[in-house]
């Protein structure tokens, strides 16, 4: 069983950076695709980013590209979101999760694992 903790969420004002973590428990986070997905209130789930397991591939959602990194080191089995230059409509409950197939999980579908959450409140 898998388990994987977000942190690094918190309140910022518009324009500011916060570095997001989300550290796998188990044995296997370095075989995973993993992403970051956010759900803002009344909004459904949506894609941020993704990366392979290699770290060799990314992606990203329109709304965040040249704005926010993703980033991982297997080692640790830690994944990072580095989001810079941060906006009102950043503000989320940011997730990460873990699937097989690095496409799939940019759908939202294919995934096995999801975090607790953290929380990401930009002020204007």
């Known amino acids: 069983q898998e388990q994987l903790v977000e942190s690094g969420g918190g309140l910022v004002q518009a324009g500011a950076s916060l570095r997001l973590s989300c550290s796998g428990s188990?044995?296997?986070?370095?075989?995973?695709?993993m992403a970051w997905f956010r759900q803002a209130p009344g909004k459904g789930r949506e894609f941020v980013a993704g990366?392979?397991?290699?770290?060799?591939?990314?992606y990203y959602a329109d709304s965040v590209k040249g704005r926010f990194t993703i980033s991982r080191d297997n080692a640790q089995n830690t994944v990072y979101l580095q989001m810079n230059k941060l906006k009102p409509e950043d503000t989320a409950t940011y997730y990460c999760?873990?699937?097989?197939?690095?496409?799939?999980?940019?759908?939202?579908?294919?995934?096995?694992?999801w975090g607790q959450g953290t929380q990401v409140t930009v002020s204007s």
């Open positions: 188990g044995r296997t986070s370095g075989g995973y695709d």
């Open positions: 990366i392979a397991r290699s770290g060799g591939s990314t």
């Open positions: 999760a873990t699937g097989l197939v690095l496409e799939r999980l940019r759908g939202g579908r294919g995934i096995d694992y």
